[in-house]
């Protein structure tokens, strides 16, 4: 069964960092692309960030371009997405998707990031 | 830009047929894979229809999508309504002109 666990959301002050992370099982993770997908309260949900197999390709919304960065570790099948200059219209719940960018296979349960003061 | 249009909210009783849509604002929706994710409060979200009209294994044949070329929009529909399937459902494509994401704004089924 295909699993994927978020971690490390949590209340951070404006101008803050997180880094969340998502552990996958039940599938080969090297073998799949990965995807970072977020909801903020009451609003829909909005495709952050993108990473390819091997990391040779990246992709972001340009509503974190500069201050998020993906990454993934293949050897802990692990997914990773570090917010630096945190605002509050980062508040969100933040979803790991497997998939290429324009599917999303299976998702995770999220995490929610608040950013506040 | 390319954006995807869904009614905020639609609702029918449990064993009734109801049909949600999602209108593509320009082009051709029939362009880029069409996908549907169904999201319930404190649940992953899950697929219950992946390029246009594909079921995944578990969801039940009662999901069933579509595209309609000339309204340029896809549709989900739910027959035997349950009260289970009571969750918001978002549409989702791809601009692949532009090379990004487009989700609907999603809408929230009521089950009577």
């Known amino acids: 069964e295909v699993q994927l666990v978020e971690s490390g959301g949590g209340l951070v002050q404006p101008g803050g960092s997180l880094r969340l992370s998502c552990v996958a099982s039940?599938?080969?993770?090297?073998?799949?692309?990965m995807n970072w997908v977020r909801q903020a309260p009451g609003k829909g949900l909005e495709w952050v960030s993108y990473?390819?197999?091997?990391?040779?390709?990246?992709y972001y919304a340009d509503s974190v371009k500069g201050r998020f960065t993906i990454s993934r570790d293949n050897a802990k099948s692990s997914l990773l997405l570090q917010m630096n200059s945190l605002r509050a219209d980062d508040t969100a719940v933040y979803f790991c998707?497997?998939?290429?960018?324009?599917?999303?296979?299976?998702w995770g349960q999220g995490t929610l990031v608040t950013v506040s003061s | 830009n390319f954006m995807l249009t869904q009614p905020h909210s639609v609702s029918e009783f449990p064993g009734k047929t109801v049909t949600i849509s999602c209108t593509g604002s320009s082009g051709s929706i029939a362009s880029n894979y069409v996908h549907w994710y169904q999201l319930r409060p404190g649940s992953a979200p899950t697929t219950v229809i992946y390029e246009d009209n594909q079921r995944p294994s578990g969801v039940p044949d009662r999901f069933s999508g579509s595209i309609d070329s000339s309204s340029n929009s896809a549709s989900l529909t739910i027959s035997g309504l349950k009260n289970e399937d009571e969750a918001d459902y978002y549409c989702q494509s791809y601009d692949s002109s532009k090379f990004y994401v487009v989700f609907g704004g999603g809408t929230k089924l009521t089950v009577l």
């Open positions: 990473i390819s197999t091997t990391r040779s390709i990246l």
């Open positions: 039940g599938f080969t993770f090297s073998n799949y692309d």
């Open positions: 998707a497997r998939g290429p960018r324009n599917k999303f296979e299976y």
